[in-house]
């Protein structure tokens, strides 16, 4: 049986039969190293009964496939698919519904960022190939080993979901997954809005409102550039010479090419545009603050350090790793007064939540 598809009818074909299945096993392969915008190289589908490679590189109309990959009726099942979804996303719209099984896997009291040969190989007792983990996936033509390498990554999603399901049903916790997969279906969270791109910054919590006009103004520039362009954001501006901008405020040609790893070539050919950004964002003398993260409050480090507790004890009880209910960021909001995190809110409330407020 033909295990990559190249030819339209033969898309046609198989996305007939896919569309007859209650699910499909799916994942992707891609490229993104020297682009803004993902490449897509190849997806691979699964039924109970068969396993393909299609080669989006020899097919520049996926709309069969879209069709199935949209189809309400069919659930798709994937592990860790959100990077997945957003590189799908511009070829055949957003895919649902979806079986998510690394976030069911984190229910059951696996890792949360569990790998999919691990949670096969302790689940399902399979132990696949790592020896493509590196490949050029761009390049063809692919090799028997790659494609059946390819098709491993499909091959067991469906008996991995099957006894993930089992175990949630047995814990009583399918109503968790079906609240934490009901956040795959906004397309927002797989693109960046311009405006958006500085909530990504690492390094940049707790902003005067200048400063933080000012991440927004650079995060937004660097993303609107990157689009362009169609080079990866770091290549545009480090994350960390964004940092180093935002903290040293540069009122100067000359400043800003003292700022540490940032390219002559780009003060030279663009620094006009990042010293607009400075301007416009007014922000007042004095300088700010050594950088580095502050060091917390004694009092708020101390409460964090309690609804740390509380939080660990609660997941030792149900079998959880404890980033699972809530991480360190979640408590820290907590501490400072925030009341609109995901830790409050449906079954994490429900058994942690409120016992966090109780706290406080």
Not at 112 to 124: D, F, K, N, S, T
Request: charged fraction near 25%; glycine fraction near 6%.
């Amino acid at each position: 049986m033909q295990r990559i598809v190249t030819t339209a009818p033969a898309l046609a074909e198989l996305a007939t039969r896919l569309a007859a299945s209650a699910r499909v096993g799916l994942d992707t392969e891609f490229l993104r190293e020297r682009t803004y915008r993902a490449q897509l190289c190849l997806v691979q589908l699964s039924s109970a009964d068969e396993a393909h490679c299609v080669d989006p590189l020899a097919l520049p109309d996926l709309a069969p496939l879209a069709a199935v990959l949209a189809a309400p009726g069919v659930l798709k099942v994937m592990h860790a698919s959100r990077q997945d979804m957003e590189v799908l996303l511009p070829a055949v719209g957003l895919t649902r519904p979806v079986f998510d099984t690394q976030i069911a896997a984190s229910l059951t009291g696996l890792p949360a960022q569990i790998g999919y040969a691990e949670a096969v190989r302790r689940l399902v007792g399979r132990e696949l190939a790592k020896s493509h983990t590196r490949t050029d996936w761009s390049r063809r033509p692919l090799s028997p080993e790659q494609i059946e390498y390819a098709l491993d990554d499909v091959r067991y999603l469906l008996p991995l979901a099957d006894e993930l399901q089992g175990q949630l049903a047995r814990l009583g916790r399918l109503g968790w997954l079906e609240e934490e997969l009901m956040g795959l279906d906004d397309v927002r969270q797989f693109t960046i809005e311009p405006d958006n791109a500085w909530l990504r910054l690492k390094g940049l919590r707790d902003l005067d409102p200048a400063r933080e006009h000012l991440a927004r103004a650079l995060a937004a520039w660097r993303e609107r550039s990157a689009v362009e362009h169609n080079r990866p954001r770091g290549w545009i501006l480090d994350d960390a010479v964004v940092r180093e901008i935002v903290l040293q405020v540069p009122r100067t040609q000359q400043a800003l090419a003292q700022i540490a790893g940032i390219p002559a070539g780009l003060v030279k050919r663009r620094g006009e545009e990042l010293l607009a950004c400075v301007r416009a964002a007014d922000v007042p003398d004095p300088a700010p603050p050594p950088p580095g993260r502050p060091r917390p409050a004694p009092v708020k480090a101390a409460l964090v350090k309690k609804l740390g507790g509380i939080s660990q004890s609660v997941a030792q009880e149900l079998n959880l790793v404890p980033e699972v209910l809530a991480t360190r960021r979640d408590l820290e909001q907590l501490a400072e007064g925030r009341r609109d995190g995901a830790v409050l809110r449906g079954w994490r409330g429900a058994i942690l939540g409120e016992r966090l407020l109780g706290a406080l």
